[in-house]
């Protein structure tokens, strides 16, 4: 078995068609056009095919706006969250006030009740220590605790993209829209020099129920099928506002091309290929799979999670839920693997990356199934942006995440 069949072509196709459907938040119209691709890629190799379907709500005709108010009135440049609070057809205008990052910390010494509240953080996830992690759902919550009626957030950046952010899988409890960081220095120098300072904000959508789908073909051992690997390639949705051509195109054409090789290269253990739903809003999508088709991944010895590996650095994070880690064992493995090719796919430990969590590979550490959360999101610059495009993909990236794998499930499927 050679690795060298493991294409570069094939996946940067995966990843330029994937990524032309746009913006895919679950349940949208670009979502199922990314779904019934990943069905028809999978149903060629030979795997069957299924899915299980969700519900979700979905946002239709999004109206959002950031407005100053007041004798200089000024329009500023906005994306929303994934599935926010809503505001009435016609916005809220309301005092703002500046809370720092957020922290429920941020708020016990400010009154915020009926206001908007504007936060930053410097890095994705930061926490009030180097340790914690603080999503952005957290602090949207944190501000509706303190009465506040709105949420304007921005991540430290030296450019003019508006990074997005998965919030819930049901719509927020407060509307909340993402700005640039300059936007957000020059709105809180506003603020300095006016405390009273007023925002007219608007995030109006018609709500519908949708459904996304977490899709999974099975390709059956050939002497061993009770006993399964499962190959992650993590999620097909994105945030608001980003084609997501790293994230997360990338990992689900890894896992399409480890599927079209496999199939030339058949297993003694089931091989289970999957492309969920929900990541960026809680890993929820994982979440139902992991709780409901038992019948479909059966004596799993290991779940490799492949996310968004377009990244200048991958590897495997080793952060913690609940005391329990990602395997130990998988992923030293993987790092050897990838040594020995000439790769660099090193396990990280540092506790400001892997605070970030461990996205679709959460639900399976929960369960006490060894697996692995290979990613990258910390050393991509273009992060949940509209900068995450095909045209900035690094070529060859694709295939050191690739091999090491495919060496990795045929080492398990032997043992």
Known sequence: MSVQEIKVRNMMKHVKAISAFGPRPDGTAADHQAISYIKAELAATGARVNSLPLDVPVLEDEVVRLEIVGPAPESIPCKPMLRPGLTPREGITAPLIFVGKAFERDFTQREVKGKIVFCYEDLPFEGPTPEECNFPGVKTENAHKAGAVGLIFSTRRSDSFIQTWGLHRELDVIPSVSVPFSELGRLKERYEADPNLQAHLTVHARVVQ???????????????????IVIYGSHHETNPGTPGANDNASGLAVMLEL?????????????????????????????????????????????????????????????????????VRLNKMI????????????????????????????????KGIPAVFIDGYHSDYFYHTNGDLFEVLNTNVLKATADPVALAVKCIDQE
């Not at 090719?341 to 990280?348: E, K, R």
């Not at 430990?349 to 996205?359: A, D, F, K, N, S």
């Open 335 to 366: 790092e050897r693997y990838a040594d020995e090719l000439g790769y660099y796919l090193p396990v990280i430990e540092e506790p400001t990356i892997t605070r970030g969590g461990l996205g679709d590979s959460f639900p399976w550490v929960e």
């Open 210 to 228: 949708g459904q996304s789908e977490v899709i999974y073909g099975v390709m059956p051992g050939l002497t061993r099928p009770e006993r399964t």
């Open 259 to 327: 599927a079209r090789y496999f199939s030339q290269h058949r297993t003694d253990k089931t091989l289970v290929f999957v492309s969920t739903c929900g990541e960026e809003s809680g890993a929820w999508g994982s979440e139902e799979f992991v709780k409901q088709k038992p019948d479909v991944y059966g004596q799993c010895e290991a779940a490799l999670i492949i996310d968004m590996v377009n990244s200048s650095e991958n590897g495997m994070l080793t952060g913690a839920k609940n005391g329990k880690k990602t395997d």
